[in-house]
C-alpha cells in the first residue's frame, strides 16, 4: 500500500533551533515533495526530490533511497517558519498522483 | 509568471444553488489538478486533467462537475452540495503530472 508517514505531528520551538521533520514512505516512489502551508491556506512547494540533497536558503531536504526516508530540516528557525510541513510522495505504480503525510504543525516561539 | 490563481477566494452557497470555482495558470502547464482540504488535514486529491483530458476521478461525487476549456483554465461546477462539501478548495498546475505541482490560494467554500 502507497502510504507516508510524518513525525513528529506537532512540533514546538525557540526561535533560533535547528528543526527537523521526518518522513518515511513505502518503496517505489519517483518524487518526494516538501510542501508548505501557512494558516489561511495556500500551500508553497519548497522542494522536489528523486535523490541527494536540496537546499534554499535557510532550507535543507534530503532524501535516502535504500532507508525510504526523507529529512526537511531548518537552520535558525524564526517565528515566520510557523505553518504546517507537509511531505507527499510520488509514487512509480499505479495513478500518477501524490499521496500526501498527515502534516506537521511547526510552531516557533519568540 | 508563476503563479496560479483561483477565485473567487470566498465563497457561500446553499444547498440548492449552482456556482463555479475557477483556477488559471499562464505557465503553460499541461496538467492541473483540484484538491479538496478539510481542517487540520492534508489535501485530497479530486481531479486530475492531462493536456485538457479528465485523467483522474477519484469517486467524486456528480454535485462537483469539472471542466477545462482550455489549457490555462481549469473550472469546478458546483451543484446541489452539502454542508459536508464545505471545505478548501485548492488548484494546482505541473508541467507534467510528474513535476512539481504550484498550488493556488484556494477557495473557501461554506454551504449551508
Known amino acids: 500500500k502507497n502510504e507516508v508517514e510524518q513525525s513528529p505531528q506537532n512540533l514546538t520551538a525557540q526561535e533560533g533551533e535547528f528543526i527537523t521533520i521526518n518522513c518515511s514512505y513505502s518503496?517505489?516512489?519517483?518524487?518526494l515533495h516538501w510542501l508548505q502551508q501557512h494558516p489561511g491556506g495556500g500551500i508553497v512547494s519548497l522542494f522536489m526530490?528523486?535523490?541527494g540533497k536540496k537546499k534554499h536558503g535557510r532550507l535543507i531536504a534530503t532524501i535516502n533511497i535504500q532507508e525510504k526516508h526523507s529529512s526537511l530540516h531548518i537552520t535558525a528557525s524564526h517565528p515566520r517558519d510557523s505553518a504546517v510541513y507537509i511531505c507527499?510522495?510520488?509514487?512509480?505504480?499505479?495513478?500518477?498522483?501524490?499521496?500526501f503525510g498527515q502534516g506537521t504543525r511547526l510552531t516557533i516561539n519568540p | 509568471d508563476t503563479e496560479v490563481t483561483q477565485t473567487p477566494k470566498h465563497l457561500v452557497m446553499g444547498m440548492t444553488n449552482k456556482k463555479s470555482l475557477k483556477c488559471e495558470q499562464h505557465?503553460?502547464?499541461?496538467?492541473m489538478y483540484w484538491y479538496k482540504q478539510k481542517a487540520k488535514k492534508p489535501p485530497e486529491l479530486m481531479f486530475v486533467?492531462?493536456?485538457?483530458?479528465?485523467?483522474i476521478n477519484e469517486s467524486v461525487p456528480s454535485r462537483f462537475s469539472p471542466e477545462c476549456p482550455n489549457s490555462s483554465l481549469l473550472n469546478l461546477h458546483l451543484h446541489a452540495l452539502q454542508p459536508e462539501d464545505s471545505a478548501l478548495y485548492l488548484c494546482?498546475?505541473?508541467?507534467?503530472?510528474?513535476?512539481?505541482?504550484?498550488f493556488g490560494p484556494g477557495t473557501r467554500l461554506t454551504v449551508l
Open positions: 507527499a510522495a510520488l509514487y512509480i505504480q499505479g495513478a500518477q498522483k501524490l499521496v
Open positions: 494546482a498546475s505541473s508541467k507534467y503530472n510528474t513535476d512539481t505541482q504550484y
Open positions: 518503496v517505489g516512489i519517483s518524487a
Open positions: 526530490l528523486s535523490s
Open positions: 505557465m503553460g502547464h499541461r496538467a
Open positions: 486533467y492531462s493536456y485538457e483530458k479528465l485523467s
